[in-house]
């Protein structure tokens, strides 16, 4: 005996798209990234309806997390090429093996839209890879930011997490960072990867605070912190980093050479 299914209770609610085909609207879209948000149900995975078993749940949450991934509902910068690419190629691998063991559900599902669509999707990763591998390709012709020894090796972990391994990179760029604790602009890499590839805010706060408190001081550490506390709303947090840029031994050639005015933004945080 087939599983009994029953119409989906989030996408369900009887108000369009929420007729229970699968779509739901979701605070992701009204995100403003480069790809838009996909609108499938993490209540039914696209399918409309629901079935009672803890199998599908796992499922269909997965499928929501990568829903999420793929359009991160929160105030940072929009993630690199490589976080698209990684969500997408989940939610294609998830959304297939859902409708081969639940099938399509409801008629009008976004399952059967996914699958009829699926052209659109294929194409969607195509430029993405292709996005990748050029990004990477110039990450490899550009000279090494540093000329320390761990210069190479810390390169490699960045292009892993642009061309989509990003545990694996961000792995390796940890690995660098405890064989050289006292150094700024590793750990200060690492927070700035963490934040876009991982989302994970708590993390690259930690990194990038470290960062200020090593050799070689930069003013440009100083500002990442400061940004991400601006991003975070904390005003009062903000101010100070801000201050603190003027006083580096690098703050006149940051002037010259990055595009921000710590003065401005200085004074209309406190007027
Ligand atoms: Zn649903």
Redesign the pocket.
């Given at each position: 005996m087939a599983i009994q299914s029953k119409l989906?209770t989030?996408?369900?609610s009887g108000f369009d798209p929420n007729d229970g085909n699968?779509y739901?609207f979701d605070s992701d879209m009204n995100q403003s990234r480069i790809f838009p948000a996909i609108p499938i149900?993490g209540?039914?995975g696209g399918l409309?309806v629901q079935f009672d078993t803890e199998d599908f749940k796992t499922r269909v949450n997965r499928i929501k997390t990568l829903r999420f991934q793929f359009c991160p509902i929160d105030p940072f910068p929009d993630p690199p090429t490589a976080v698209y690419y990684v969500a997408l190629t989940g939610l294609i691998k998830e959304i297939n093996a859902l409708t081969k063991a639940y099938g399509f559900g409801n008629d009008n599902s976004f399952a059967r839209d996914f699958k009829n669509n699926f052209r659109l999707y294929r194409d969607m990763l195509s430029i993405m890879e292709m996005t990748m591998n050029m990004g990477a390709q110039k990450l490899k012709e550009t000279p090494l930011y540093t000329s320390k020894v761990y210069a190479q090796a810390a390169m490699g972990a960045t292009i892993k997490c642009f061309t989509g391994q990003i545990d694996e990179g961000i792995k390796q760029l940890k690995d660098l960072c405890e064989k050289y604790p006292n150094d700024s602009e590793l750990i200060n890499n690492l927070g700035t990867l963490c934040l876009l590839y991982k989302r994970d805010s708590d993390e690259a706060m930690k990194c990038l605070i470290k960062s200020t408190t090593l050799e070689p001081r930069k003013s440009l550490h100083f500002l990442s912190v400061a940004q991400l506390f601006h991003m975070l709303k904390n005003d009062q947090d903000t101010l100070v980093y801000l201050k603190l840029i003027k006083e580096q031994p690098d703050y006149q050639e940051f002037k010259k050479s990055v595009p921000f005015n710590v003065e401005a933004a200085i004074r209309s945080l406190e007027s």
């Open positions: 989906c989030w996408c369900g699968g739901l149900c209540g039914c409309g």
